[in-house]
């Protein structure tokens, strides 16, 4: 009897230890045929892993490869999600997710990234995604050390966005800002404006991007707050607008009917494209003034007296050419900022607005209804 309760003793343990420890590698193969079967949900892409380990409430899942169907793919050497939760509706939550030292991309372009964690993420079911339920994925990301490689690398120190969810599940509104965003001058190389920027002796911008954004899944109506591109010492381009039947789900859907439907219901209600220079304007006249012998006034009073005529000429909209023509006049003597409402009488087909821009550049200002002002103060 001794020796019986001694082996008891020493087992016990043991096998409470044993059952525990297989109950965790449940968990964490789990975890892995979870993400498998959303992937293969999606009908775009495949999910593969080489292995899933768990301690304590979190699960490391290693070799994870993301493979579209266009070849495009995403590899990540290890992802842990920690704080792991079932939901009701299938799949699961996880407070946090690491995904650090990833690789995306395909042929012509390869993105890395050194860091990276995602808050409050969601992994729905398969039958959530096939059905197009509405889902927030992550609430909160930071990505640093990312290089966009390909022929002209361009480097990003760091990147965060922060999303809000509706009642629904849906996602209502995102905030983003990208800083440390490393431009080579190269990468416009052979076209109208690497020459320009050639001629201005410039190598690098670097630029710091901000993105707010919201969205009404109920009315499919979705606002731009903000799309601003802030470049020190050189100028600020900035976007605002407003679109309406705008069906995000549907947008992306794998049945190309419903996807193809849903771009064709999308419509631009407004929107403002807004020009801040902050030395720009001033390198570009004296570049000219130096190719061309003269001053900036002289190049200054060149564009003012011909070559924008000249241009505006191919424009029909008569009474737009003459307002941007004054608009211009002011912001180059005194180039401070230029901007362009645009304000259709009604809502334009997004489409329209794309082939038009291809096509028929001249026209837009009849099919989108600009105004053109100059030096306006920015309301914030």
Do not use: H
């Not at 343990?13 to 959303?38: E, H, M």
């Not at 990505?143 to 361009?154: Q, R």
């Not at 605002?240 to 947008?251: E, F, K, P, V």
């Amino acid at each position: 009897m001794p020796a019986l309760l001694l082996r008891l003793a020493i087992c016990g343990p043991l096998l409470a230890f044993s059952v525990s420890a297989a109950s965790a590698q449940a968990d964490a193969d789990l975890v892995g045929a979870r993400l498998v079967a959303a992937a293969a949900a999606t009908e775009r892409a495949t999910l593969t892993y080489d292995g899933a380990t768990a301690t304590g409430d979190s699960v490391t899942v290693t070799g994870v490869t993301l493979t579209a169907k266009d070849g495009t793919a995403v590899t990540i050497p290890s992802i842990v999600f920690s704080g792991i939760v079932d939901r009701p509706a299938g799949g699961f939550f996880a407070a946090l997710v690491t995904a650090d030292a990833g690789t995306a991309g395909g042929e012509t372009r390869t993105a890395t990234w050194a860091t990276a964690t995602f808050d409050q993420v969601i992994v729905p079911s398969p039958d959530e995604i096939a059905s197009g339920a509405p889902v927030t994925p992550f609430l909160g990301a930071a990505i640093g050390g990312i290089n966009l490689g390909g022929d002209v690398p361009i480097g990003i120190a760091s990147a965060t966005a922060s999303i809000t969810s509706a009642p629904d599940g849906s996602p209502s509104g995102i905030s983003a800002r990208a800083s440390g965003v490393k431009i080579p001058a190269a990468l416009f190389a052979n076209s109208v404006a690497g020459v320009l920027l050639t001629m201005m002796q410039y190598q690098e911008f670097v630029a710091d991007i901000t993105l707010d954004g919201s969205y009404d899944s109920a009315t499919g109506g979705g606002a731009l707050q903000r799309l601003a591109i802030d470049v020190p010492e050189t100028g600020r381009i900035s976007l605002s607008g407003q679109g309406s039947g705008i069906a995000l789900a549907d947008a992306v859907s794998p049945d190309p009917e419903i996807s193809k439907e849903a771009r064709a219901s999308a419509r631009l209600d407004q929107l403002t494209l807004r020009l801040d220079n902050a030395g720009f304007v001033e390198r570009l006249l004296d570049a000219q003034a130096k190719m061309l012998g003269g001053t900036r006034d002289d190049i200054r009073a060149q564009l003012i007296g011909g070559a924008l005529p000249l241009a505006l000429s191919f424009v029909k909209n008569e009474p737009f050419r003459a307002e941007f023509l004054a608009a211009a006049t002011v912001f180059l003597q005194n180039p401070r900022s230029l901007t362009i409402a645009f304000r259709p009488a009604e809502p334009v087909p997004l489409g329209q607005v794309f082939r038009t821009a291809a096509r028929a550049p001249m026209t837009l200002p009849d099919l989108l209804s600009p105004a053109v002002e100059a030096n306006t103060v920015e309301l914030q």
